[in-house]
Each structure stands twice: as structure tokens, then as C-alpha cells.
């Protein structure tokens, strides 16, 4: 089934939702909800050639998580993760994510949505740093939505 991107989302990641994601409450685990979306930027980063994950030079760190959860998820159901930058700073921004559950009837359910912010991280100072202009450049002409600035 074709899976629709909520409006202004572009980046898609599917995610396999595995029997050991869930808890005693037989439904997906809420700290298995933040690994399906650190997936997924990671993934949104690498198209982006933002980061290659190294922590030398610049790099990116995870500094605030804001995430509603609207429906548990459970082993084998179809989810996928929608990311976008939504807000661009001079050494932060924002990501929004959304996870959704295609259903067997092709219907979409918002399970969670989040806003992450990120920091530029210069890993051999240790410490925050301006975003390059390359970085903002590539983000911007990558979204279909321009970012908060």
C-alpha cells in the first residue's frame, strides 16, 4: 500500500517494529519510539550529507526532545517516520517527526509526534558551533516547506 506523507514532509524512513520493541503491556515501548526516530533523522542527516555520524569535527547532538504519543504501536504493524527541519537557528534547529501505523484497510493513524531540537557540536572543542552556510543552504533546498528562521 502507498504510504501518504503528511503535508510538508519529504523525508521518509519505513520502520521495522520488532517484537523485542515492546513491553509487559504487550505494545511498543516508548523508548523504542525515540530509537525509531533517531533512525530516522540519522537517515534525513545522511541524504542530506549533513553528518556522517563520526563524532569528529562538526556533528550533531540530540538537545531536546518534545513528543506526543497518540497511539501505542505493536510487533509487525506497518510504521513509518516523516522528518522535516522546521525551524533553522545559528547553531541549532528543529526537527518535526511524525510516526505513523498504515493500517490493513490503507488508512494512516498518527502514532507520535515529536520536535527534536539539534545542536551543531564541534566534537574537537567540545562544544556548540555555528551552523556552516552549506548545512542551511542544503536543508532549505531540500524542504518543500522553507524553515522557521
Known sequence: MAVIPP?????????????????????????AYLSYLEHARVSYFADLALWDGHPSGLGLIMARVVMDFKL????????HVFTRCSR??????DTEQVLLRINAD???DRVA????????????????????????????AYELQKPQM
Open 7 to 31: 503535508d510538508g514532509f519529504r523525508h521518509h524512513m519505513p520502520v521495522q517494529v520488532r517484537w523485542g520493541d515492546m513491553d509487559a503491556l504487550s505494545h511498543v515501548n516508548n523508548a
Open 106 to 108: 490503507g488508512t494512516q
Open 72 to 79: 501505542p504501536l505493536h510487533a509487525g504493524e506497518d510504521a
Open 88 to 93: 533553522l537557528g545559528n547553531r541549532s534547529f
Open 113 to 140: 509526534v515529536a520536535t527534536i531540537t539539534i545542536v551543531v557540536f564541534d566534537y574537537t572543542a567540545g562544544r556548540s558551533a555555528p551552523m556552516p552556510e552549506v548545512w542551511r543552504e542544503g536543508i532549505i
